[in-house]
């Protein structure tokens, strides 16, 4: 795994070990197609990575000039991941990464009154959460008017077409995953 482009272009990330199961990461080329349909350059937005493994969306975001980026996952080789990937592309100053279930980090977040431009949620594919991750979005204000989420999901998982106050302008295949994005009212 590597950062597609920016700033950290071409710098490696760390990946889970052989054997970890509940970490799959998002490989470059869908990383790359995500960004190419999100804008190459995101000119110092906010962007909310939940569920975000080893960091690669919140990191590959920082690297196209994202100002700031939250990583959220409750596992803690994710954790270990997400803190040695900031570290080595240099980017501790920018980021904040929260061990808690996604749930209580939307309800934390909130409650803070942060607000971000970008939301990437990549939950275990298992997990059939798409209506459930919009509706605790929608929940705790977090997503700025007009934001976008990016939901990657198993193929077999409907993604609606409107849910939560959240309308999905595109979708897009790549093998067994499917990558839903949806428009903030």
Known sequence: MRIVAGSAKGRALQGPKPSS????????????????????????????????????????????????????????????LCKLNTDALGFAAQVSILAQPVARALETLGKKGERFELVFADPPYAARVVPTVLEALAASSVVSPGGTVVVEHDKREEAPEAHAGFTRDDQRRFGDTLVSFYRAP
Do not use: K
């Open 21 to 80: 199961a509940h970490i799959r990461p998002t490989a470059d080329r869908v990383r790359e197609t995500l960004f190419n349909m999100l804008g190459q350059f995101l000119d110092g937005q906010a962007v909310l990575d939940l569920y975000a493994g080893t960091g690669a969306l919140g990191l590959e975001a920082l690297s196209r000039g994202a100002g700031r980026v939250v990583l959220v996952d409750q596992d803690r080789e994710a954790q270990g």
